[in-house]
């Protein structure tokens, strides 16, 4: 009984820090030449540093990095004379993400419409965006740099992520299987008093 009561006890504690993990909505929008750029980018917090930086594993020349960026969505546009193009998270990602007490401070993403296997040191990226810069290729993927003004942005949360239903379910049949050993326990001390 009281093995059963720790493990209760141990799976609650687990689950409930577990249960803080959030999904989180990163807006951004901004000027380039004659045009506008905006999109947005969304991450798990679950796993990351809440008090410190976070970098995929190849930084923004990583060849995997739309595989394994920090993202778990993404969508980038830019419309002017200069450069036009759109990403998602199979042609961009996110190189990195700072947080302080929690709170998003700083980040990163780059795209290439040709694929990141494309991009070494010697190849620009197509775009380079940061909360504090952006910077394109003129027609994309010319290698004439373009800058445009700083993003505007601001992070939402879209939703807590929801403790999974075998967990609620694996809790009430542990409450049940602790309720059925109590009666047992009681009616076996009923009939040995009687």
Same mark, same amino acid.
């Given at each position: 009984?009281?093995?059963?009561? &720790?493990?209760?006890? /141990?799976?609650? +504690?687990? *689950?409930?820090?577990?249960?803080?993990?959030?999904?989180?909505?990163? #807006?951004?929008? &901004?000027?380039?030449?004659?045009?506008?750029?905006?999109?947005?980018?969304?991450? #798990?917090?679950?796993?990351? #540093?809440?008090?410190? /930086?976070?970098?995929? =594993?190849?930084? +923004?020349?990583?060849?995997?990095? =739309?595989?394994?960026?920090?993202?778990?969505?993404?969508?980038?546009?830019?419309?002017?004379?200069?450069? %036009?193009?759109?990403?998602?998270?199979?042609?961009?990602?996110?190189?990195?993400?700072?947080?302080?007490?929690?709170?998003?401070? %700083?980040?990163?993403?780059?795209?290439?419409?040709?694929? *990141?296997?494309?991009?070494?040191?010697? !190849?620009?990226?197509d775009f380079d965006l940061?909360?504090?810069?952006?910077? !394109?290729?003129?027609? +994309?993927?010319?290698?004439?740099?373009?800058?445009?003004?700083? =993003?505007?942005?601001?992070? !939402?949360?879209?939703?807590?992520?929801?403790?999974?239903?075998?967990?609620?379910?694996?809790?009430?049949?542990?409450?049940?299987?602790?309720?059925?050993?109590?009666?047992?326990?009681?009616?076996?001390?009923? !009939?040995?008093?009687?």
């Amino acid at each position: 009984m009281k093995k059963l009561l &720790g493990l209760a006890l /141990i799976s609650g +504690l687990f *689950f409930s820090v577990n249960a803080e993990a959030a999904l989180y909505r990163v #807006d951004f929008s &901004g000027t380039v030449d004659d045009g506008t750029y905006n999109g947005y980018f969304t991450y #798990d917090n679950a796993g990351l #540093d809440l008090n410190g /930086i976070n970098m995929s =594993p190849g930084g +923004l020349g990583s060849a995997a990095l =739309p595989e394994d960026g920090l993202e778990t969505s993404l969508v980038m546009n830019i419309s002017s004379t200069a450069a %036009s193009g759109s990403f998602d998270e199979t042609t961009a990602g996110s190189a990195w993400l700072i947080f302080a007490a929690g709170e998003l401070t %700083s980040w990163l993403i780059g795209g290439n419409t040709l694929g *990141f296997n494309t991009v070494s040191s010697g !190849t620009v990226l197509d775009f380079d965006l940061a909360n504090g810069h952006f910077i !394109t290729n003129k027609g +994309l993927g010319q290698n004439f740099l373009v800058f445009g003004s700083a =993003p505007d942005w601001q992070v !939402t949360e879209l939703s807590a992520v929801p403790l999974p239903g075998a967990v609620w379910a694996f809790g009430a049949g542990l409450l049940g299987l602790l309720g059925l050993k109590r009666r047992r326990k009681m009616k076996m001390l009923r !009939t040995a008093t009687a």
